[in-house]
């Protein structure tokens, strides 16, 4: 640290992300992003585009905004892109949270959550689980403040149901709600229908998932015109040209190729499914996961002995030293091929274990 650096951050513990090797000596399931390349139209949209790289970016997202309004069913006053989830649910935090207006979170979910509120001086409450890793929406009643629920939630992969998340957003009608959909494509229902109804309800969701584009960064929020509005004015006073030429035009063709993507989500649940029954005949416990990640743990290794063995092998998962988490690893879906990796690994490793 310098000794320049403000006071009001000298305590900020910033976000870790997951480990990315340089090369690709590992089989890389620890930062849940698609296996699959992106949709051919979005590759093709994008090599176009960088001949026009010396040109600014439409800040508008003109014709990535028009495409997504006829997907989503929204207009184009009720979206807005942004470089990755990442940066949408950053300016939620700059937008609608201070001290008067705290935010409401889990106590397990999104690691990103407590960074954006540190760095943004917006205090905040971890509403406990429940023992086993759900939601209790009773706990998200008449709440003065800003909730953010990712549903999925990660890292347990649980999700709510469409009824309940609007009963949380009912019942805090002076609250703003952000639903971090990240992980919505691979089996939960979205919120987005819901924005047509309520005004506090800002919906927030990636192409780094089920997109396969987490390296281009992009991002959406879905809400209220007056929420969008006001998620533009930090939009202007921080980066107007927030998105890149190439990654809107990318995002274009891979809205273009709904049938891809959709492919791609039913081929995720199917290896995910697939991969959760052989665990369970080595004798993992894991929950219910609607997301494209398994969580996981076993009775005769500790998390963090198998993520380094694992390591040891070739295979990158992700584990979480916090309490409550440290006995599990978040592991991404990836092929069938990877899969099958994955389970010859553990069935070597829980044999050694014995
Ligand atoms: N929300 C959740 C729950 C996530 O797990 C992630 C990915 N780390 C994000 C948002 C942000 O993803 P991105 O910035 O790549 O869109």
């Known amino acids: 640290m310098s000794r320049f650096f403000s006071d009001k ?5 910033p976000y870790t992300p997951g ?19 992106p949709s051919p139209k979005a590759i093709e949209y994008a090599e176009r585009e960088i001949e026009l790289c010396r040109l600014y970016s439409d800040p ?4 990535l905004v028009n495409v997504a309004c006829e997907y989503f069913g929204v207009e184009k006053d009720e979206i807005l892109f942004t470089n990755g989830s990442d940066e949408i649910l950053n300016f939620a935090f700059m937008a609608f949270c201070d001290g008067d207006h705290p935010a409401y979170f889990p106590d397990i979910t999104y690691g990103f959550y407590t960074v954006f509120a540190d760095l943004n001086n917006v205090p905040y409450t971890e509403i406990p689980l429940k023992d086993d890793f759900s939601i209790d929406i009773s706990d998200y009643e008449g709440l003065c403040g800003v909730i953010f629920i990712a549903n999925p939630n990660a890292p347990t992969g649980l999700a709510l149901s469409l009824s309940d998340i609007e009963s949380v957003v009912r019942a805090n009608p002076n609250s703003v709600v952000v639903i971090d959909e990240a992980y919505v494509d691979f089996g939960a229902e979205s919120a987005v229908p819901l924005i047509k109804k309520y005004d506090n309800l800002l919906v927030t969701q990636t192409f780094s998932k089920s997109r396969s584009l987490a390296g281009a960064r992009l991002g959406f929020g879905i809400g209220c015109k007056e929420l969008i509005c006001d998620l533009n004015t930090i939009k202007y006073s921080t980066n107007p040209y927030n998105v890149n030429r190439v990654t809107m035009a990318a995002g274009k063709g891979s809205l273009e190729d709904r049938e891809y993507t959709e492919e791609n989500c039913q081929r995720i649940i199917a290896t995910r499914e697939r991969t959760k029954n052989k665990l369970k005949e080595l004798g993992f416990e894991m929950t219910d996961t609607f997301a494209n990640f398994i969580f996981a743990k076993h009775p005769l290794i500790c998390g963090e002995e198998l993520y380094l063995k694992l390591k040891e092998k070739g295979i990158l998962v992700r584990h979480f030293s916090k309490e409550k988490l440290d006995e599990y690893n978040r592991i991404t879906v990836g092929t069938d091929e990877q899969m099958d990796a994955l389970v010859k690994a553990l069935e070597d490793i829980l044999g050694e274990t014995k």
């Not at 480990?19 to 390349?37: D, H, R, V």
């Not at 508008?60 to 014709?63: F, K």
């Open 19 to 37: 480990e990315q090797p340089k090369n690709m000596e590992y089989i890389k399931l620890n930062t849940n992003e698609s296996p699959f390349a």
């Open 9 to 13: 951050l000298r305590k900020l513990v």
């Open 60 to 63: 508008e997202c003109t014709d």
